[in-house]
């Protein structure tokens, strides 16, 4: 199960996060405290987070009613997104619009010098899956990550084509999708969960 930090005050400005250690909103800690609660219902077995803030604390709110101890790495954090970080769409737009539109074509582009999305895949999709060969039979993984790392990561596990990892489309905040393994690998069998649809306010959007 991968699942979206709580909403902080750059989601709602829709500034682009990146990297940047951003801290959740009050609305943030309340969606993570409330998902945490589903969530423990599913009975996880091991959670790992991100080891930016927004990340850290959304993984504490599961960690405080599962018990459960979280293993933070900085391989799931984030798209760096170089000189967008912090900027607006519409700023990114006005200083860097034929890279703006090439990346929302599709095309591989370093975002204001930062990573491809594929060099994201590399480093989280292989942390994902090292974590789940240490689980128990069955055993459920909660992956707290952040909404362009979650969707490259989906992307790759399920061996799709780096250019069309965008038809995944974004997920809300605190809100999270799950993969299970079959027989010809990895499906997804939920994506954007979390109950009542709610507005996709995120770095990507």
């Known amino acids: 199960m991968l699942w979206r ?22 609305t943030g800690r309340a969606q993570a405290r409330r998902a945490a609660r589903l969530l423990a219902t599913l009975g996880p077995h091991a959670i790992i987070s991100s080891d930016l803030r927004r990340t850290v604390d959304t993984a504490a709110e599961l960690a405080a009613v599962t018990g459960l ?11 760096y997104a170089g000189a967008w970080q912090g900027l607006t769409h519409d700023e990114i737009k006005a200083t860097y619009g034929d890279e703006y539109a090439a990346w929302k074509r599709g ?14 895949a590399d480093r989280a999709a292989p942390l994902v899956e090292r974590a789940v ?11 707290v990550s952040h909404g362009g790392t979650i969707r490259t990561t989906i992307g790759r596990l399920l061996g799709l084509p780096p250019r069309s990892w965008e038809a995944l489309g974004g997920l809300s905040n605190c809100a999270w999708s799950v993969l299970g393994e079959s027989v010809r690998g990895w499906r997804l069998t939920e994506h954007n969960a979390g109950s009542l649809p709610e507005p996709v306010l995120g770095d990507d959007v």
């Open 5 to 26: 930090h709580g909403q902080t005050a750059w989601n709602l400005e829709r500034r682009f996060q990146g990297t940047t250690d951003v801290d959740l909103t009050e």
């Open 69 to 79: 101890t979280v293993t933070h790495d900085e391989g799931l954090r984030e798209t």
């Open 107 to 120: 095309e591989p582009v370093r975002r204001g010098g930062g990573e491809l999305e594929t060099e994201v």
């Open 133 to 143: 060969e240490k689980l128990p039979a069955e055993g459920v993984l909660v992956v």
